[in-house]
């Protein structure tokens, strides 16, 4: 089964155990779907139900079943929290979650491989793609250069005319 990570754990809050949570989805009402998670501590894969969760100034905060205190809680501060991605929303044609085009190759117009696709920057404005090669590129995801994006080659074809040297 594959996991897909949904956010961050940034601290405990209060002494009941409660994280708070970095989202990594702009759709807030999305995670309210999610009745099961998981978090990996090395090759362990341990299962979290949540108990409770509100959302305030942007962020979850989440009380797990068996997390009763700060200190239990702590444990799962820095930790990506993940869930099935059997259980992530289909999104509409065109567009993609960060965990489909990381490790993409890109390549130009001529098929020349470009680099990889390492991280995904959200901007108000647009996205913009991190692709790691003989040196770094920044490429934004709108039309004018992203040409086309194939998941099932894990390939995306840019018009590298439009990128300054």
Do not use: C, W
Not at 77 to 93: A, C, H, M, Q, T
């Amino acid at each position: 089964m594959r996991y897909i990570p949904v956010g961050r754990v940034l601290a405990t809050h209060g002494k009941r155990g409660e994280i708070k949570l970095h989202y990594y989805n702009e759709a807030k009402q999305e995670f309210y779907r999610y009745t099961f998670f998981v978090v990996k501590n090395g090759d362990t894969i341990i299962e979290l139900m949540p108990t409770g969760v509100r959302l305030s100034r942007g962020f979850f905060y989440i009380h797990f079943e068996g997390f009763n205190d700060e200190k239990v809680a702590s444990f799962l501060v820095g930790k990506e929290i993940s869930v099935r991605e059997k259980d992530i929303s289909p999104l509409k044609e065109g567009e993609y979650y960060d965990y489909q085009l990381i490790g993409l190759d890109v390549f130009n117009q001529q098929h020349i491989k470009m680099g990889t696709v390492k991280e995904i920057v959200h901007t108000k404005a647009n996205d913009i793609l991190i692709v790691s090669g003989k040196e770094e590129i920044l490429i934004p995801m709108i039309e004018d250069y992203i040409i086309h994006i194939d998941l099932g080659n894990s390939s995306t074809l840019i018009n590298d005319a439009l990128l300054t040297p």
